[in-house]
C-alpha cells in the first residue's frame, strides 16, 4: 500500500486554502464543489493488503465541538501526529453527519472544511483514515430516511473524496441494528454500495452485519459477491457487564459496578469468539477490522488494561487490524486535560518492546 509521507505539504495547505474559501458557498452550491486534490494518486489496493497495513488504530473525533465551531476544537491536527508516534497507523474518524445536511440532504460546507482538513492533516501524519458514518441514532428507527440520507452523504463524501489515496478508506454505516434488521440491512448494503462506487469504483470500503457489528452476528450477513473491495468490520464489547458498567446509555448495565475481568475463563471465551470471526473470514474470503472495542472508564483500570491487552492481541494474532473505543470523551485513551496519554491504557494497546 502506498506511504503518503511524500505528500507536499504546501500543495495540501493551498488545499486547505481552497477548501476554506468554499466554505462560504451556500450549501445548494456545495455539491458543484469539485474533487479535493491531493498529491498521491488513488491506487487500487486489496482488501487483504490494505488491512495488513491498518494495524493498530484509534477512533476520533465523534462528539468533538470541533464539528459545530472549528475555534471550539478538543481534537487537534497535531493529535495525529501524537497517534503515530504513539505506535498507531490507523484513525476511524467518527462522524456524525446527518445533522450537518440541510433539508435537500446537503452536506453543511462549514462541517465539509473541517473534515478536510482533519483528513488532510491525518493523510500526512501517514495514517490510514477511516470515514465512518456513525449516525446510530436515526439509523436504528427509521430505515427509509436512513437510507436516503446515507445515500446523500456517500454521495458527496465520495465525489469530494474521489482522488484521496487508497489510505482513505469509506466505512458505510456503524453498527446497523434496531430497523435494520439483518434482512433490512442486507438489502438495503448493496444500495448504498452501488452509490459509493459510482465514483469510487475500487476503493475499500467497511461494512459490518446488523446487530450492533457484533462479532458474533456475521452468520446473518449477507454481501455482493461480485464486489471483492470489501473489508468487514466486528466490534467486541463482551461481556457488556464489565465493558459498560455504569454506562448512563446502556439500561442493563447503567447501575453494575465492581465488575472485574481477567479470569482463565474470560480469556478463553475472546479466544474463542474470535475463532470464530477468523473461520467466517476464511470461509468467506473477507478479510476483518476490528472497528471497536474498549472498556468504560467506570471499570477498575487493572481489569480494562488486561481486557484491552487481551483483545487487541486476540486480534493481532489472527492478523485482524483494530481500532480502540476511543481517543476522548468516554473509554478515554487520552486525556486533554493534561495533553497527555492515559498510561496505562497506552500501555496495554501499545505494549512496550523489550
Ligand atoms: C457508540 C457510542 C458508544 C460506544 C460504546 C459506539 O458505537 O456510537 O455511543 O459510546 O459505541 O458503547
Redesign the pocket.
Same mark, same amino acid.
Given at each position: 500500500m502506498q506511504k503518503l509521507s511524500n505528500l507536499n505539504r504546501a500543495a495540501i495547505r493551498k488545499t486547505i486554502i481552497a477548501t476554506l474559501l468554499f466554505a462560504a458557498v451556500s450549501p445548494a452550491q456545495a455539491a458543484d464543489v469539485p474533487p479535493l486534490k491531493f498529491d498521491t494518486a488513488f491506487e487500487t489496493v486489496d482488501p487483504y493488503a490494505q488491512t495488513a497495513a491498518m494495524h493498530r488504530g484509534m477512533?476520533v473525533l465523534?462528539w468533538d465541538p470541533v464539528w459545530q465551531d472549528p475555534s471550539q476544537g478538543r481534537f487537534q491536527p497535531r493529535h495525529f501526529a501524537r497517534l503515530h508516534d504513539a505506535g498507531f497507523d490507523t484513525v476511524r474518524v467518527?462522524l456524525n453527519a446527518f445533522p450537518h445536511m440541510d433539508d435537500a440532504d446537503r452536506m453543511d460546507p462549514a462541517w465539509l472544511s473541517t473534515l478536510d482538513t482533519m483528513l488532510t492533516a491525518a493523510v500526512q501524519n501517514g495514517l490510514t483514515v477511516i470515514l465512518d458514518l456513525?449516525d446510530?441514532r436515526l439509523c436504528g428507527v427509521d430505515a427509509e430516511t436512513c437510507k436516503r440520507k446515507a445515500n446523500a452523504f456517500w454521495t458527496q463524501i465520495g465525489t469530494r473524496y474521489r482522488d484521496a489515496p487508497s489510505s482513505v478508506i469509506f466505512e458505510m454505516m456503524?453498527?446497523p441494528h434496531g430497523a435494520l434488521t439483518a434482512p433490512v440491512w442486507n438489502a438495503m448494503l448493496p444500495e448504498i454500495l452501488a452509490t459509493i462506487r459510482a465514483t469510487n469504483p475500487t476503493r475499500n470500503v467497511i461494512i459490518g452485519p446488523a446487530g $450492533?457489528s457484533s462479532a458474533d452476528q456475521l452468520a446473518t450477513f449477507e454481501l455482493p459477491a461480485d464486489d471483492q473491495h470489501i473489508i468487514v468490520t466486528v466490534?467486541y464489547?463482551w461481556p457488556i457487564t464489565f465493558?459498560?458498567q455504569g454506562?448512563h $446509555?446502556?439500561t442493563e448495565t447503567s447501575g453494575l459496578s465492581g465488575v472485574t475481568w481477567g479470569t482463565p475463563t474470560d480469556r478463553a471465551k475472546v479466544a474463542t469468539d474470535f475463532d470464530a470471526v477468523k473461520a467466517w473470514s476464511d470461509a468467506h474470503h473477507r478479510p476483518i477490522f476490528l472497528g471497536?472495542f474498549?472498556a468504560?472508564d467506570r471499570g477498575d483500570i487493572v481489569s480494562r488494561m488486561r481486557y484491552d491487552g487481551t483483545v487487541a492481541r486476540a486480534a493481532e494474532a489472527r492478523g485482524f487490524p483494530w481500532a480502540y473505543?476511543?481517543f476522548d470523551?468516554?473509554?478515554i485513551a487520552y486525556d486533554m486535560t493534561t495533553d497527555d496519554w492515559v498510561q496505562p491504557i497506552l500501555y496495554a494497546l501499545v505494549p512496550p518492546r523489550g
Open positions: 477512533n465523534g467518527v456513525h446510530v456503524n453498527e $450492533w466490534h464489547y465493558t459498560h454506562a $446509555w446502556v471497536e474498549g468504560y473505543w476511543q470523551s468516554d473509554f
